[in-house]
T-cell receptor
């Protein structure tokens, strides 16, 4: 069991640039979640997929954010025209559809200068 | 609005003493409740969950939590704290039966002093 992996672990970018993060879930997990966590706060739900279908999106997910899971395996989260307020830890989690337990990756820490 | 509160930012306890980390929730319908722990530079790890059944739930590393519907609480407990339990603890609730939108509390930092 290799767990949930995320790449990159750290990203520094300039305001206005686009960034893309990748998440590889546990191989047999068909649900995949994205969260954002800022300092001193708990994770905030962004979106989730069941297989390749994106079934829920938070109001936090502005038009600059897009997530995909094209083959129902790995997922990407893209942020276009980054803003300083996007600086946060982006967490990915996965689970089996018939279980409630989510397994989290180590996160990607984004810093927008 | 659906919400989770963890009223204490920080909990300090001496090693060997019992510990409690508090969580209260506000959600429509029957809640699905969770506790996660976050160690430095590591992802969140699942500790335990309450879906239905016995109000006392046992989880990983000797932790347990008690669901109290009348007080809308789900406090995390451990009879004897270890220094290695020092970490950030998050309570979470699934906000609707048909969706997967989870709300996390702000976290409580537990420090177990030797």
């Amino acid at each position: 069991d290799t767990g949930v992996s995320q790449d990159p672990r750290h990203k520094i970018t300039k305001r206005g640039q686009n960034v893309t993060f990748r998440c590889d879930p546990i191989s047999e997990h068909n649900r995949l979640y994205w969260y954002r966590q800022t300092l001193g706060q708990g994770p905030e739900f962004l979106t989730y997929f069941q297989n390749e279908a994106q079934l829920e999106k938070s109001r936090l997910l502005s038009d600059r954010f897009s997530a995909e899971r094209p083959k129902g395996s790995f997922s990407t989260l893209e942020i276009q025209r980054t803003e300083q307020g996007d600086s946060a830890m982006y967490l990915c989690a996965s689970s089996l559809a018939d279980q409630e337990t989510q397994y989290f990756g180590p996160g990607t820490r984004l810093l927008v200068l | 609005a659906q919400s989770v509160a963890q009223p204490e930012d920080q909990v300090n306890v001496a090693e060997g003493n019992p510990l409690t980390v508090k969580c209260t929730y506000s959600v429509s319908g029957n809640p699905y409740l969770f506790w996660y722990v976050q160690y430095p530079n590591r992802g969140l790890q699942f500790l335990l969950k309450y879906i239905t059944g016995d109000n006392l739930v046992k989880g990983s590393y000797g932790f347990e939590a008690e669901f109290n519907k009348s007080q809308t609480s789900f406090h995390l407990k451990k009879p004897s704290a270890l220094v290695s339990d020092s970490a950030l603890y998050f309570c979470a609730v699934r906000v609707n039966v048909y969706g997967q939108n989870f709300v996390f509390g702000p976290g409580t930092r537990l420090s177990v002093l030797p």
